[in-house]
Nanobody, 126 residues
Framework: VQLQASGGGLAQAGGSLRLSCAAS????????MGWFRQAPGEEREFVAA????????RYADSVKGRFSISRDNTKNTVYLQMNSLKTEDTAVYYC????????????????????WGQGTQVTVSS
């Protein structure tokens, strides 16, 4: 099983980036998916999650209204569209597959995610 995150890079504050997470050896249709991030010197934190069908999403308060998670199950890929980027969005972003197709109340907790991608660096400059 491999989750390959891509699309990170350098962006200016106010700009946009789109992250992708492509799965191999795993049918994403069977799982809810999440994005997490880890800034230097900080713990990894929840960013966004989406159920198997794409009909339900959840966001951290810090990104609500700016980030959008989506998925294309035909391409076995999950996306994170990041708009109005802020310097505090600088982090390594990780995608992960949830243990269920739906999201439990604790969707923000890492312990409920099984497989993790390698991370992609996002750097936002002022």
């Amino acid at each position: 099983v491999q989750l390959q995150a891509s699309g990170g890079g350098l962006a200016q504050a106010g700009g946009s980036l789109r992250l992708s997470c492509a799965a191999s050896g795993l049918t994403l249709l069977s799982y809810a998916m999440g994005w997490f991030r880890q800034a230097p010197g900080e713990e990894r934190e929840f960013v966004a999650a989406i159920v198997w069908s794409g009909t339900v999403t959840r966001y951290a308060d810090s990104v609500k209204g700016r980030f959008s998670i989506s998925r294309d199950n035909t391409k076995n890929t999950v996306y994170l569209q990041m708009n109005s980027l802020k310097t505090e969005d600088t982090a390594v972003y990780y995608c992960a597959s949830h243990r269920h197709p739906y999201l439990e109340d604790s969707y923000y907790s890492e312990e409920f995610y099984t497989y993790w991608g390698q991370g992609t660096q996002v750097t936002v400059s002022s």
